[in-house]
């Protein structure tokens, strides 16, 4: 927003108490703050609420004479899109809108700015037709750009009829030498790949598939948790694009018939995110699967990971603990990793070395020594861990225990005086010590250093922005109702203690005839009304009951009913809550969260 002269200010505040969303008293006594702050007024005006930004774009746009438009929900067609590079449009936080009259008709976050409107008009060489929107409208808009990516790469490097072109418009058959030497240039393989691997960086895609079928190649990305896809290539297509991510791989090109791994970084808007590589043969071709590891946009509170109530408080005392182990179990990304990290950020501080092993090294944190393993050198979990323990450490974290020998290395940390945290693959928490005899490790070993289970999954969230209340219907009753009889107060006057003790601000009785739940709006940018994951989470303290268990060598069963009877909420049940809570919804916790976790 350009910046308003004093005349135009008191208009705008005039403009807005005259339209019913700021009263008198209210914008004198924001005025003040604003002074005492030594803060721009507009900009506390939006902080504290009584007006949105777009209340206050409207307002500022009214009072300048610049039309006004709300792009909040609006849909713009890609070829409307084409008229504005995507890079000059965020460069200037501009949208094109259409054309009118032979003028490109755009929305302007500083639309009664007339230097930049002239710059901008002066930049793509056409006159403009102005209109002022909100930051959020502009952004909005610009978000769609990211989901044209099909057609955009498809042309780039095909002549439209499924062919592939190389830059002077060549037809290249896949296979060939002349293939081969095209994607070690800046080449339309190149720049597909470039493409893809943006798109799936600005959506926060955790993987991206790359599978050959009989006629086609077809990519799909992991985007919070569930797989979509993004892009449709021709066939002749897989051995070009496979054979460049080999490159920057440093991998073997002429190597078709046995699995290969391997990693390059990449930087995409600013920010540099870590590849990890998975190629196989497969019945058409070669799959290829890259994992992005992006460092950026990740907290590691556990509080904002959506530990609350009774598991927060299990996991912060097992944090004072001087030794034993913390162990955190779920299936590949479920974001163990993550939990990791968010206990070392709990407890680092200068007086206590903290060692990692970890393969990969997901996350660079100042004061902790991180060592990423090489199998190929020699560098294993187990000698790793070996190595780590002559290194003085106060904590290890084991990046995850994969076989006996790692495990066996890890139990003897515990017990000599270190704090191990680390992770398995289990379905549950209480899963985690079965699996531990399996790997050979004695009854009484584990008994004496695990204290602190965790096990989790990952649920997407509803954007607080959109989130709408509605009653749920007879079976998402009875399902709250099965779920959490043990957890909800049954009476008005224990409503403030089960909240407390479950870390929420208020919870609903037990039995009533419908509940509030929440659902998101469905959108682009948040398909079926979820964006964003969270986690949910199942944490115990090895008691001297569950040890006795351990002792006698019990199930999963056991443990996990013992763990129950002695307060642990699980993970459908901490779900349930985060339902009611309004954090995500009942078909995306059953989505993930099995009715029985053992």
Do not use: C
């Amino acid at each position: 927003m350009s910046v308003l002269s004093d005349a135009t200010r008191s208009q705008v505040e005039e403009e807005l108490v005259t339209d019913g969303l700021l009263t008198l008293d209210k914008l004198h006594e924001l005025k003040n703050k604003a002074a005492q702050d030594k803060q721009p007024f507009f900009s506390l005006l939006v902080q504290e609420g009584p007006v949105t930004n777009e209340d206050l774009t409207k307002a500022i746009a009214s009072v300048t004479k610049v039309p006004y438009v709300n792009l909040q929900d609006a849909r713009i067609q890609e070829d409307v899109l084409a008229l504005l590079p995507q890079e000059i449009a965020e460069r200037y936080m501009a949208v094109p809108l259409g054309e009118m009259q032979h003028r490109l008709v755009v929305a302007m976050l500083d639309a009664d700015n007339v230097q930049a409107v002239d710059f901008l008009s002066n930049k793509i060489g056409r006159p403009l037709k102005v209109y002022s929107a909100s930051e959020e409208s502009i952004r909005q808009v610009l978000r769609q750009y990211e989901q044209n990516i099909d057609k955009r790469v498809i042309n780039d490097f095909t002549d439209g009829q499924g062919t592939m072109v190389d830059e002077q418009g060549a037809t290249v058959q896949a296979g060939s030498s002349e293939a081969i030497k095209t994607i070690v240039q800046d080449s339309p393989i190149s720049k597909a790949l470039s493409a893809t691997l943006e798109y799936a960086a600005k959506n926060r895609a955790s993987d991206i598939h790359i599978e050959p079928l009989e006629k086609e190649l077809k990519i799909r990305a992991r985007i919070d948790g569930v797989m979509r896809e993004i892009l449709k290539l021709p066939k002749s297509t897989e051995a070009p694009l496979v054979s460049r991510i080999k490159i920057l791989a440093d991998l073997k090109i002429d190597e078709h018939r046995i699995p290969q791994d391997g990693q390059f970084t990449v930087k995409v808007a600013g920010k540099d995110i870590d590849l990890r590589i998975a190629i196989s043969p497969v019945v058409w071709g070669e799959q290829v699967v890259i994992r992005l590891l992006d460092k950026s946009g990740t907290t590691l509170k556990l509080e904002n990971m959506g530990y609350t109530g009774r598991a927060l408080r299990t996991i912060r005392k097992g944090l004072t603990r001087p030794n034993g182990m913390i162990l955190t179990s779920g299936p590949t990304g479920s974001g163990k990793s993550t939990s990791l990290y968010a206990l070392i950020n709990e407890i680092k501080n200068d007086s206590i070395n903290i060692v990692t092993l970890e393969d990969p090294v997901e996350y660079k944190m100042d004061g902790v020594n991180q060592i990423q393993v090489h199998p190929d050198v020699g560098l294993t979990f187990a000698t790793g861990l070996r190595s780590i323990l002559r290194q003085d450490p106060d904590v290890v974290m084991v990046g995850e225990i994969r076989d006996k020998e790692t495990a066996q290395l890890a139990v003897q940390a515990a017990l000599t005086g270190h704090l191990v945290f680390s992770t398995l693959h289990t379905n549950s928490a209480a899963g985690i010590l079965p699996r531990l005899l399996d790997m050979g490790i004695e009854p009484f070993l584990i008994a004496s250093t695990v204290h602190t289970v965790i096990g989790q999954r990952l649920v997407r969230r509803i954007p607080e922005e959109s989130r709408q209340e509605y009653q749920s219907d007879k079976p998402e009753t009875e399902a709250i109702q099965s779920t959490l009889a043990r957890l909800l107060p049954r009476t008005a006057e224990d409503v403030a203690k089960a909240a407390e003790d479950l870390g929420y601000e208020s919870l609903p009785l037990v039995n009533q005839n419908a509940y509030t739940l929440y659902k998101g709006v469905d959108s682009p940018e948040a398909p079926g009304g979820l964006r964003g994951r969270m986690g949910l989470y199942e944490v115990f303290e090895v008691s001297e009951q569950i040890q006795d268990l351990i002792l006698k060598q019990a199930t999963s069963t056991e443990i996990q009913k013992m763990a129950q009877a002695q307060g642990m909420v699980t993970m459908r049940e901490d779900g349930y809550l985060k339902a009611l809570a309004g954090y995500t919804s009942l078909a995306e916790v059953n989505r993930v969260a099995a009715i029985d976790s053992a």
